[in-house]
């Protein structure tokens, strides 16, 4: 989803654009790369994103095995995470 204005505050990022990260499933890719709801994606490797359609065809167009560089924002610091994706 794009990002809320609550969550930037709770956050503590500098700006709306990304995608705000609601809910992750148990026993995910996301979950196991350490990724939690709150954050924010900002970049997937060299790729700056702007809206959740970024993130998405980011994700359609790699392959189960893939892995992509996640920067999150959280709690006002950035960090970033290695998801190997899975089939879906």
């Known amino acids: 989803a794009d990002v809320p204005k609550e969550a930037i ?3 503590q990022i500098d700006t709306p654009a990304g995608t705000y990260i609601r809910e992750i499933e148990i026993d995910s890719p996301a979950m196991a790369a350490g ?3 709150g954050d924010v994606v ?10 959740y359609n970024e993130f998405l065809g ?11 560089t996640v920067t999150l924002a959280r709690q006002g610091h950035e960090m970033s995470v290695d998801v190997t994706l899975g089939s879906w």
């Open 35 to 37: 990724i939690q709801s």
């Open 58 to 68: 980011i994700i359609q167009s790699s392959k189960p095995g893939d892995v992509l």
């Open 9 to 11: 505050e709770d956050t």
């Open 42 to 51: 900002t970049r997937v490797g060299h790729t700056e994103i702007k809206t």
